[in-house]
């Protein structure tokens, strides 16, 4: 084997080190994070499924930054299958924002990129369409994260019964405290298919 192959298979064998080095994640939690520190991630959950539970890990030394994880569930059986899905409205690092999935979708995965001038990442929502079903019994759901980071470390955000989904969210931005505090938009899906645009 010449020394080109050699150097050739060595800088494909660093690329994919790197890449499984970041998915999948360990920090000292035992959790799986989809992120690590300051590093943008795009997380899709399976074709089919939605997202159900999201968990976050604070850290002031690292940036005032987030680790990650997302949990997915399959949509129930008589929806079939997504007949479309989308990246929606995406937020600016540092302000306020409010996006809920058009086009009575659900949310079906995130992407995240961090910005270090603010401290602050930007967010965006993939969103999936089952067969025009359409969204109602709006409810918001606080991820508990008391007075913001407070370095309290690990939150959860579970959907709390069965039947409801994750349409959006609301989210502040601290300038003081340098993180976010959310709020998920969840709702339930009608058993018809449903002509109109937004119900």
């Excluded at 359409?134 to 709390?160: A, E, H, M, R, W």
């Amino acid at each position: 084997m010449s020394s080109a192959h050699v150097l050739q298979a060595l800088c494909l064998l660093m690329v994919f080190s790197t890449a499984s080095a970041q998915h999948g994640y360990m920090q000292d939690t035992g959790e799986e994070w989809v992120n690590t520190w300051r590093q943008g991630f795009n997380f899709q959950c399976p074709h089919g499924e939605v997202l159900v539970a999201i968990r976050s890990y604070f850290s002031e030394k690292e940036g005032s930054d987030r680790l990650w994880n997302f949990e997915c569930q399959r949509t129930p059986y008589d929806w079939g299958e997504p007949n479309e899905c989308w990246w929606d409205d995406i937020s600016r690092a540092g302000l306020e924002w409010s996006s809920v999935c058009t086009n009575n979708g659900l949310v079906a995965g995130v992407q995240s990129k961090y910005f270090e001038a603010v401290l602050d990442r930007e967010w965006q929502f993939y969103c999936c369409r089952y067969a025009r079903r359409c969204p109602y019994s709006f409810t918001k759901q606080p991820l508990y994260i008391p007075s913001y980071s407070q370095i309290l470390g690990l939150c959860t955000n579970d959907v709390p019964d069965y039947g409801y989904f994750i349409r959006g969210a609301q989210t502040t931005f601290s300038g003081v405290l340098r993180d976010r505090q959310w709020k998920y938009i969840l709702c339930r899906m009608t058993d018809f298919d449903c002509p109109f645009e937004n119900f």
